[in-house]
């Protein structure tokens, strides 16, 4: 499977998240995968990238096709769960942006 | 130093850059970091975070305060040299998208 998202042309929406992962790992493998499985069923969901460096440094950058689709996202009832849990437990810091996709490009294999 | 770009209130602009890298190291380290110090000195730079996993697939956020700020980048001669040898050489694969950022939100240690 390919790390890029296979999108359609823009304008679309992103939401970008940086994160520091804590010393904690309980439970996270399973919530990250659990989580993306999830997003991937949505209503508008239109792919996601990630990378984590080996400082537990990472991003993730999942589209979607309208904000509203994203609030629907972000209101998911297990992924509130696991918003709260990420919040309290597996992450030191993180930033969240949303950002409208006004143009791309890029080079293909 | 943190990872973490220290951001303004939106609105601004975000240029997401998801890269996988080639087999070809020659030169890169040293590019890519002479163009995280270059872009710092650019006017309308507002900051920049990036990870990279151990597979080589990397996503990097550089932020910036218009359009025309981001357009004097990618202009840049000594930019434009890289941009050249990144899509002949240290890039197998690279998506690029320009986006708006909106809202942002986080949790700050």
Redesign the interface.
């Given at each position: 499977m390919?790390?890029?998202?296979k999108l359609p042309a823009?304008p679309y929406y992103?939401v970008?998240f940086?994160s520091?992962r804590s010393a904690t790992d309980a439970g996270y493998g399973p919530m990250a995968d659990r989580m993306v499985e999830l997003a991937s069923a949505q209503k508008g969901f239109l792919g996601v990238?990630?990378?984590?460096?080996?400082?537990g440094?990472?991003?993730t950058?999942s589209y979607w096709e309208s904000l509203e689709a994203i609030a629907a996202w972000k209101a998911d009832a297990e992924h509130r769960v696991a918003q709260e849990t990420g919040?309290a437990r597996w992450?030191?810091?993180?930033?969240?942006?949303?950002?409208?996709?006004?143009?791309?490009?890029?080079?293909?294999?």
């Open positions: 390919s790390s890029f998202a823009p992103s970008i940086s520091q990238e990630s990378a984590r460096d080996t400082d440094f990472g991003i950058v919040k992450y030191d810091h993180y930033e969240l942006r949303i950002a409208r996709v006004e143009r791309a490009y890029g080079k293909r294999p």
